[in-house]
């Protein structure tokens, strides 16, 4: 087995040459237009959070979409047809429809 002091001597030179190679790329990309040698890291813009409605509607559209499927595949009942412009009085929860224009005032 080496001696841990032969292993770190070897992980230093092996560093040094890294920061060389990093050195070189360094130089050609500023050679190539860079910001002035200075490398400008990457921003991210930050995952964007859902509201709880939003997730609710979310998840019942993939539930009537399951249950459309299985029900065109007859592994269940079809869901009673509302009609277009009706809302069930639970869902609305003293909101408007999305699709209304809202007057000025």
Known sequence: MASPRNEVNLLRAKREELLDQLKAV???????GGSGGA??????KAPRTLSE???????????KARHGKD???GFAREL???SPGLTPAS????????LVKRRKA
């Open 80 to 82: 009673p047809e509302l």
């Open 26 to 32: 360094d130089k050609a990309l500023a050679a190539l």
């Open 39 to 44: 490398i400008q890291p990457t921003r991210l």
């Open 91 to 98: 869902s609305a929860a003293g909101r408007q429809p999305r």
């Open 71 to 73: 029900a065109a595949a």
């Open 53 to 63: 409605d939003h997730k609710h509607a979310l998840n019942e559209g993939r539930r």
